[in-house]
């Protein structure tokens, strides 16, 4: 079983950065494939970021390409969502998401899709306003 807590978010002002940390409990975070997802109320969850198992190799959604950067610390079992030039439309609820499964490539159609993910940490607010 893997836990994954979440810290940072908060309040900022539109053009503004914040960082989202996940640490994981366990010894094999290095084997897990990294996700961050968001929901907007009244929306559904979507794709932020993904990072491989090494960090060699990232994916993005559109909205947020060239403003956020993914990232992970194995040895510390964290993961990292840097956020910067922030607009009040990334305001949601986000969570960063572990897959376990064993897999051979990291492939955009599949680990940005919510429901390859097997853990999930308790979300957190990021508020940024106008």
């Known amino acids: 079983q893997v836990q994954l807590v979440q810290s940072g978010g908060g309040l900022v002002q539109a053009g503004g950065s914040l960082r989202l940390s996940c640490a994981a409990s366990g010894r094999t975070f290095s084997t897990y494939v990294m996700g961050w997802f968001r929901q907007a109320p009244g929306k559904e969850r979507e794709f932020v970021a993904a990072i491989s198992w090494g960090g060699r190799s990232t994916y993005y959604a559109d909205s947020v390409k060239g403003r956020f950067t993914i990232s992970r610390d194995n040895a510390k079992s964290t993961v990292y969502l840097q956020m910067n030039s922030l607009k009040p439309e990334d305001t949601a609820v986000y969570y960063c998401?572990?897959?376990?499964?064993?897999?051979?490539?990291?492939?955009?159609?599949?680990?940005?899709?919510?429901?390859?993910?097997?853990?999930w940490g308790q979300g957190t607010q990021v508020t940024v306003s106008s």
């Open positions: 998401a572990a897959d376990s499964t064993d897999r051979r490539a990291f492939i955009y159609g599949v680990v940005s899709n919510s429901h390859e993910y097997d853990y």
